[in-house]
C-alpha cells in the first residue's frame, strides 16, 4: 500500500520562503509519479496549484515553484502572503487515474 | 466554461444506499478520466474512484465492492452509486476531472454524505 507523508505543520513569516515535501514510506518520489499539489482553504474545493511536478496552473501566482529535492517533491513559496495560509496537499500520481494523496500541511503564515 | 455540479448528497442510516450526481458542462464526460474524491470531516482528502475515458474504472480499497462509479453520456453527468453505507463513509464527496497531465484540472463544490444511525 502507497502511504504518502507531508509534514502535518507548517509556519512562515510574511515575506519569508517555506518549502514543503511530499514523500512515499517506500520509495523516491520522481517525475514519473507527475506529482501535483493542490490548495484548501476551510469550506473551499480545493484548488490545483501546480501540477507534473513543477507545472503551475493557471492564475497561480509565480511565487509558487514545484521541484524535486531528493527523494520527495516539493512546493516552495517565496514571499508568502497571509492568504497563502491554507491547507497544501500533495497527489501522487499512480496510473489510470489512481492517486494517493498525502495527508495534508497546514500551513501558517505569521 | 467547465463546471461540475454535484448532488444528491444527504442523511443516511448505516446499511442504506445513496446515489451521487456530478452534473458536468463546457466539456464531454465520456472524454476525460472523471474522478470521485472524499473528505471526511476534520481530515484529508482522499481518492475514491476514477471513470476513465473508454469506460474501465478503478476503486479505492475501503469501497471496492461497495461502490460504483458511471455516467449517463446523454445527460453528461457522473455518478457514485454508494451501498452498504458505513459511518467512516461520512464526508463531502467532490467530482474532478482529469487534465492533460495527470492532475485534476477541475473540481466541483462538493456534496455531503452524512451516515448515522
Known amino acids: ?25 517506500s520509495g523516491s518520489v520522481s517525475t514519473s509519479y507527475y506529482p501535483s499539489w493542490y490548495q484548501q482553504t476551510p469550506g473551499q474545493p480545493p484548488r490545483t496549484l501546480m501540477y507534473s511536478t513543477n507545472i ?12 524535486i529535492l531528493g527523494n520527495r517533491a516539493a512546493l516552495t513559496i517565496t514571499g508568502a ?6 491547507h497544501y496537499y500533495c497527489v501522487i500520481y499512480m496510473g489510470r487515474g489512481v492517486r494517493v494523496f498525502g495527508g495534508g500541511t497546514k500551513l501558517t503564515v505569521l | 466554461e467547465v463546471q461540475l455540479v454535484e448532488s444528491g448528497g444527504g442523511l443516511m442510516q448505516p446499511g442504506e444506499s445513496l446515489r451521487l450526481s456530478c452534473a458536468a458542462s463546457g466539456f464531454t464526460v465520456s472524454d476525460k478520466y472523471m474522478s470521485w474524491v472524499r473528505q471526511a470531516p476534520g481530515k ?35 455518478y457514485l452509486q454508494m451501498n452498504s453505507l458505513r459511518a467512516e463513509d461520512t464526508a463531502v464527496y467532490y467530482c474532478a476531472r482529469d487534465g492533460d497531465w495527470n492532475q485534476i484540472e477541475y473540481w466541483g463544490l462538493g456534496t455531503l454524505v452524512t451516515v448515522s444511525s
Open chain 1, 1 to 25: 500500500q502507497t502511504v504518502v507523508t507531508q509534514e502535518p505543520s507548517f509556519s512562515v513569516s510574511p515575506g519569508g520562503t517555506v518549502t514543503l515535501t511530499c514523500g512515499l514510506t
Open chain 1, 56 to 67: 503551475r496552473s493557471s492564475g497561480v501566482p509565480d511565487r509558487f515553484s514545484g521541484s
Open chain 1, 81 to 86: 502572503q497571509a492568504d497563502d495560509e491554507s
Open chain 2, 44 to 78: 484529508g482528502l482522499e481518492w475514491v474512484s476514477v471513470l476513465h475515458n473508454g469506460g474501465s474504472t478503478d476503486y479505492a480499497d475501503f469501497v471496492k465492492g461497495r461502490f460504483t462509479i458511471s455516467r449517463d453520456e446523454s445527460k453528461n453527468t457522473l
